[in-house]
């Protein structure tokens, strides 16, 4: 383990061999999907995507995401375990995420990897403002008397 809470030797091994890689995030319903799956008319392809239900669901909306790639054996999943999204930009982790996504797709990628950050950045900054005003999924912990 590292500073992180997470092996990141073991996370960076799964980045250099994942065909598909989703980063889930711990307060936060969206997942970071890395696919660096290329072919001759189609690169790689970041996106911020809902949350699946099951690991069914999540090959069917990849397919629908990708639908002239077969589907991918298996998909590396790993829970980031800090609660904000600049930590995970800051790691070794996006940077290696971004390296190999630049060395298949070129420099766009790394433009691309950007946006996926601050959409990142969105959610989370809508989440925490849900939270502080009891949103859906938040009770809060006393109310002013009405």
Same mark, same amino acid.
């Given at each position: @383990? #590292? #500073?992180?809470g997470i092996d990141l030797e073991e996370a960076l091994k799964a980045i250099d061999m994942a065909e598909v890689l989703v980063?889930? &995030?711990a307060i936060l319903p969206k997942r970071l999907l890395v696919d660096f799956r290329t072919s001759e008319s189609e690169g790689p392809m970041v996106a911020v995507?809902?949350?699946?239900?099951?690991l069914e669901e999540r090959y069917k909306s *990849?397919? %629908? @995401? %990708?639908?002239? &790639?077969? *589907?991918? #054996? %298996?998909?590396?999943? &790993?829970m980031w375990p800090r609660t904000n999204v600049e930590t995970l930009r800051r790691s070794a982790l996006w940077e290696r @995420?971004?390296?190999?996504l630049v060395a298949l797709g070129g420099p766009e990628m790394a433009d691309r990897m950007e946006e996926a950050y601050r959409r990142l950045l969105e959610e989370e900054r809508q989440e925490l403002v849900a939270a502080i005003r009891g949103g859906e999924t938040y009770h809060s912990l006393w109310e002013r008397p009405r």
């Open positions: @383990m #590292d #500073d992180y980063v889930r &995030f995507v809902p949350k699946a239900e099951s *990849l397919k %629908r @995401m %990708r639908p002239r &790639f077969p *589907l991918p #054996d %298996r998909i590396v999943a &790993f @995420m971004t390296e190999r």
